[in-house]
């Protein structure tokens, strides 16, 4: 039986894994033009869009894989707690990041 305690930081670290990837998706769109050169074609938008397909499914994968081991294994309380906890880890990360920019 996992304890509140434990899903609380393992929802933690998720969390916090979602915003460190988030994190580098955004460092290269912020700093895309200087590091790739211009493209006049369609695979600037192809490419843009498949960054958007794979983050998709690596956020799902990091916010979502715990959930569905615990789910698999009949605890599907916990494993709504795991979610519940990391959206509020995720909104208090938030937060802070606005917070942060507030001047």
Excluded: H
Aim: glycine share 4%; with cysteine; net charge positive.
């Amino acid at each position: 039986m996992k304890t509140k305690k434990f899903l609380t930081w393992v929802s933690f670290f998720q969390s916090l894994g979602l915003v460190l990837y988030t994190s580098l998706i955004s460092l290269f769109f912020w700093k895309g033009n200087e590091w790739i050169p211009e493209m006049n074609s369609y695979v600037g938008p192809l490419i843009v869009l498949t960054i958007f397909a794979v983050s998709t499914l690596v956020c799902a994968l990091i916010t979502l894989s715990y959930p569905f081991i615990l789910w698999q294994k009949g605890k599907s309380k916990d494993a709504l707690r795991v979610i519940i906890y990391t959206a509020l880890w995720i909104i208090g990360f938030i937060a802070i990041l606005l917070i942060s920019q507030l001047k």
